[in-house]
C-alpha cells in the first residue's frame, strides 16, 4: 500500500537483522503475549463475576473492552513519550502499572473498580509496552522483518494457551481474587522486557554528521504527515472496521460453550484450541510474507486473511454443538494467526522506520473507539436475543467489510498512482534510497581513487574531500 519506506532507524543505523535483535524479539514476544492474550484469557473470570456481583454479560464483556482500549487509545500518548524519553524507560514504568492495576483490582469491591484498576490502569500499562516494543523490533530487523513479526505476534496463542487454563486452574483454587493478585505478580516480567529494549547506537565516526538530522526528528513528538499517504489513511479506516468484530469470537466462544451445557474446564480448552493452532500459524505466515514475490504485495495476503476470519466467524454461527465449536476455533486459529502475524507488517512497509511510532500510535488511537464499543455490543446482542448466532454473524461482517475496503481501496486508489511520488518528501526519500542504492555497490567496486573523484565531481569540483565511508553513504 502506497510507497515502501526503507527502514534506515531514526537514528540513520541500519538494522542488524540479529545479534541483540533476537534478545529484542524475545522481549517483544513476551510483551505482546501479555498484551493481547490478557483480555481474553481474563474472561474465564466473567461467570464467578456475574455471580458475585449480580451483572450480565455485556457488564463483565466491558473489562475485556476496556483493557484493549487503553492498549489502542493511549497511542498517541505512547508515542510522545518514546520520542521524548525512549522505549526502554517508558516499558520499565508500563511494567509497573500492568502489575499495580491487576494487584489493586484483586481487593475491588464493585465492577466499576475493576473497570477502573484492571481495565485503565493495567490497560495502560500494557500499552506502555506492547507499542515500544513493536517500535524496537521494527529498528533491528529489516530483511528479516516479516519473519520476526511472526515470532513475535506468536507470543499471543502461546500465552493464551498458557493463561486460560491457569486462569481457570487460579479461580478454582482461589477465586477471582486470588487469580487477579498472582496474574499482577506475572505481570511484572514486562519490566525485565522493558531491561531487554538496548538503543540502536551510532557509529562514533558517524556521530557528527548524524547529529542535526537526529535532533531534527527528535522535535516531533507526534508525526501527522502520515495522513498525507493515502495507503496509511486506507490501512487505518479498514483497520477500525476490522477490530469491530475481530476480537469478540474469542471473548465469546468460552461463555458459548458454557451455556451449551459444558463443564468449565471443557470450554476453557477452546481457547487452548485456537492458541494452539495460532501458534504455528504466525510464525509460517510470517515466512510466507518474507517471500521475494509475496512480500511486495502483503497488503492482499493481508486483505485474504481477513475475509478468512470474517468467513470462519459466519461458518462458527451455525455451530451447535462442542464439536462444531472445536473446528470453527481450529479455522478461526488459522485466520486469526494470519492476521497478527500480517497486520503491523503492512503498517511498517506503508510508512517506514522513521514514522513508525507516531503512524502505529495514529492508528491505534482511530482503533480504539471500535474496540471500545466492539464486544459489549455484541455483549447487548447476546442479552437481547440470547442467541450467540447474531453475535458471530455481525462479527464476520465487520471483519469481511475491513477486508474488501482494503483491498479495493489498495487497488483503485493506491497502486496507479505508487509508481510517482506524492509528495515532495516521498520524492526527497526516494532520490536518497537511489543514491544510496547506487553509491553503495560502486563503493564496494572501486578502489579509493576512483572513490575520491567521484565526490570530487559530485559535491565539490574544487578544493579537498575526505574520503569516509559514513560520509559518503
Known sequence: MGAVVADDGPSGVKAPDGGWGWAVLFGCFII??????????????????IREFGIGYSDTAWISSILLAMLYGTGPL?????NRFGCRPVMLVGGLFASMGMVIASF??????????AGVITGLGLALNF?????????YFDKRRPLANGLSAAGSPVFLCALSPLGQILQHEYGW???FLILGGMLLNCCVCG???RPLELPKKSEATKEPAEKKVKKKLLDFSVFKDGGFVIYTLAASIMVLGLFVPPVFVVSYAKDLGYQDTKAAFLLTVLGFIDIFARPICGMVAGLKWVRPRCVYLFSFAMIFNGFTDLMGSMSVDYGGLVVFCIFFGISYGMVGALQFEVLMAIVGTQ???????LVLLAEAMAVLIGPPSAGKLLDATGRYMFVFIIAGIEVTTSALVLALGNFFCIKKKSEEPHTKEEAAEREELNKSEDKTPEDAKVDSIEVEQFLKDEPEKNGEVVTNPETCV
Open 78 to 82: 505512547c508515542s510522545v513519550c518514546v
Open 195 to 197: 531491561a531487554l529494549m
Open 177 to 179: 481474587r486470588g487469580g
Open 108 to 117: 475491588c469491591t464493585s465492577i466499576v473498580q475493576i473497570y477502573l484498576t
Open 355 to 361: 514514522k513508525f511510532s507516531s503512524a502505529i500510535g
Open 32 to 49: 505482546t503475549g501479555f498484551s493481547y492474550a490478557f483480555p481474553k484469557a481474563v474472561s474465564v473470570f466473567f461467570k464467578e463475576l
Open 131 to 139: 507499542q515500544p516494543s513493536l517500535i524496537m523490533l521494527n529498528r
